[in-house]
Every structure is written in C-alpha cells, then in structure tokens.
C-alpha cells in the first residue's frame, strides 16, 4: 500500500511545551520521521509534548506501537505527553491500548496545554 | 461511499476510504474481554472477563524484538502469505503449545485462547484479542495476567526480490514472577517460539529459511507501581488449576 506523505512538525506553543502536527498516515514506516520530531521537540525546559492528530488520515498498531516508544521517551525526560485532535474512532482506540492510561487526552491545544500548567 | 439524490452513489473521497479501512481493520472497543465459545481441551481460566494490557500496563523492562525471514517474491506476496497465515495461524505453532483461534481464521475483535508450554513443562492457559487486521499485518493484544503485557504484530512486506516475513513483540513481562522468568531463560523460550514459527511459515511456501533476530530494550526502567499485577498472573492460577485437577476429578464423579 503507497504511503501517504507523513510530516510531524514541531511548534513551540509555550516555554515548557512542544506541538507536534501530525499529518497523513502514522504507520511502522513512521519511525524515523516521529523519533527525529520527537527529538527536534525535546528542548531544554520542555515537560509536556502535546501530539496535534487534527491531520492524521490513517494510523495502524505499528502507529501505536510507535506511539509508546514516544512516551517512554517522554517519560524518561519526565515529561508528560498530551493529545488533542483525535477523531472518535481514534480516542476509542486510544482506550481500547489503554495508551488514555497514559497520555492526557483533550478536545483542543487550549484545553491540553491547560492541562499540561496545571501538572 | 456518498449517496447522491439519485440513488447512485460517487466514488469514495479519501477521507471517506481511510475511514472504510479503519472501520474493518481495527477491533470495535471492549472494556472486559468476553469469551463466546470454549473449544475442547481449552481452558478460559484467565481470559473471561480481563482488561487488555497494554505495555504501559506491564511490570517488566519493556522490550521490542523483531524477528524476520526471507522468502523469494515468486513463492508468495505479502497479502497472500499474510493471508494464509491468517488462515491457519494455529498450524504454524510450535509443537506443544496451542492457539484455540475460530476457525474461520484471525479477524478483529477475535478472542482466542492460548495453552502454553513453559520450561518444566508446566501448562499455562492465557489467550489474546485479535487488535488490528489488515491485509498486509495482523496484531494480537494480551489481556492481564498474561506472561506479558504489549501485542505482537504479524506482517510481510516486499524488500527487493523477496517477500519479508515478520514477528515483531512489544511488551514489558506483566508482574516481577514472569520477569525474573524471562531472565531465566524465558527470552530465549520466546525467541526459539517465534523462530520456529517463521520457520514453519516459510517452509509452508516452500522456502527453507533462517530467522534474523532483533532484540532493542527501549526502557530498561521496571514499572515498580505495577507489582500488584502478580494477582492475576496466569501462571499462578493456572498452576493452582492443575494442583485442583484430582478435587475436581472426584467431585466429577460424586455428583
């Protein structure tokens, strides 16, 4: 199956936090690219990564498999990771992982980033 | 697919085909697994009623291990050898373990029971939900108290001239028992397993081949908090259900 173009742009959204867009499709083939955001994301200072999925198109168990390798990442720089932008099916798969045991999971970047000062 | 005024209907947009794809690929959501049929010789000790586990969820150092063989192209594609082994996942097991999956092949939101066999021959019921399936990958989820807390993904993909099989586990062991027990030679019983495995799905196709293992710690961290877990471990009860066997066997005959 051709890979949609997947890009995971960082974006400073305050001094203690990072976005990171997430666009087209989050599959096993996404290692590279998320791991190098997630690195460009990890300042200094940082202590939340808030994932933006307003763009995803597409994510299988490979994507969720990747998306653990970020949290331990983030937890081991005692970080918290957030999420906004989930479709319905998504967060129901969020649950079904139990990666929402995790990952704070919010309906905008506001609401996430409130949540991230009030840690 | 939209409906038009018609009757007919246009052509899906893309949004609308990775919606369709989603839809049939992943398991609907379930808070407690729930075990619709107990096939013979299987034991729903530890399945019936459990959460799944994630690694988030497990006690242990959390591991990814890649296992892959090659088969040339012209002996199989990807979606037909994934599709095979969909088909009969249970025939490619090592001997002495067994996956009481529906007979109609590995699809999402299955629940199959597992019986396994650990070092000292000793037996252990467990079982795992179908997750995601596709026709390229396929994904099994453990529930609590399994060896285990994580999934194992199950794909082929196309490399050059060959058709790359794969295993690839993520998990963490699920209480600090299972742990020490990988550390006592229960990581190379799982690599020997999934070895085996790839081994008997390429030689189904023909194709005598070595299994490349790859092992990566990605947290060498143990979840301390998570020692609780140990209460539903399957080996404990699955342990005491055997020790039960001659009280229930009398208790069979009495009533």
């Known amino acids: 199956m051709p890979e949609a173009a997947t890009t995971f742009d960082v974006r400073e959204v305050s001094e203690t936090a990072r976005a990171i867009d997430i666009t087209g499709d989050v599959t096993a083939q996404s290692e590279e690219v998320l791991m190098d955001a997630y690195g460009r994301a990890n300042a200094e200072g940082v202590a939340a990564i808030v994932l933006n999925f307003s763009g995803l198109d597409y994510m299988n168990s490979g994507g969720i498999g990747l998306l653990v390798t970020v949290l331990v990442r983030a937890q081991r720089q005692h970080q918290r990771v957030l999420a906004y932008g989930l479709s319905e099916h998504y967060r129901q798969i969020f649950e079904l992982t139990r990666l929402d045991d995790a990952v704070g999971i919010h309906d905008s970047e506001d609401e996430a980033l409130a949540a991230a000062r009030a840690s | ?255």
């Open chain 2, 1 to 255: 697919m939209s409906a038009m005024n018609d009757g007919t209907t246009e052509a899906a947009t893309p949004e609308e085909k990775a919606a369709a794809r989603d839809a049939t690929s992943w398991a609907k959501s379930v808070s407690r697994l729930n075990v619709s049929e107990v096939p013979e010789g299987a034991v729903n000790l530890n399945v019936e009623g459990r959460r799944l586990a994630s690694p988030i969820q497990g006690f242990g150092k959390m591991w990814q291990k890649t296992y892959q063989a090659r088969i040339p192209a012209e002996r199989v594609s990807p979606t037909e050898l994934i599709a095979t082994w969909k088909q009969r996942f249970p025939e490619f097991w090592p001997e002495g373990n067994r996956f009481y999956g529906p007979l109609t092949g590995i699809a999402p939101g299955d629940v199959a029971l597992i019986t396994a066999t650990l070092p000292g021959k000793m037996k252990l019921s467990t079982g795992v939900m179908v997750l995601f399936a596709d026709e390229e990958s396929f994904t099994l989820m453990t529930p609590e108290g399994h060896m285990f807390a994580g999934w194992i993904t199950f794909s082929a993909t196309s490399v050059g001239s060959e058709t790359v099989v794969q295993a690839q586990v993520l998990m963490r062991a699920s209480d600090p028992i299972f742990e020490l027990g990988l550390a006592l030679g229960g990581h190379r019983q799982e690599d020997r397993f999934w070895n085996e495995t790839l081994t008997s799905v390429a030689a189904h196709f023909g194709q005598e081949a070595t299994v490349d293992t790859q092992v990566v710690c990605v947290d060498k961290k143990r979840q301390w908090s998570k020692w609780r877990n140990v209460w539903q471990s399957s080996a404990i009860r699955s342990t005491l259900y055997t020790l039960g066997a001659p009280g229930r066997a009398v208790r069979r005959v009495f009533s």
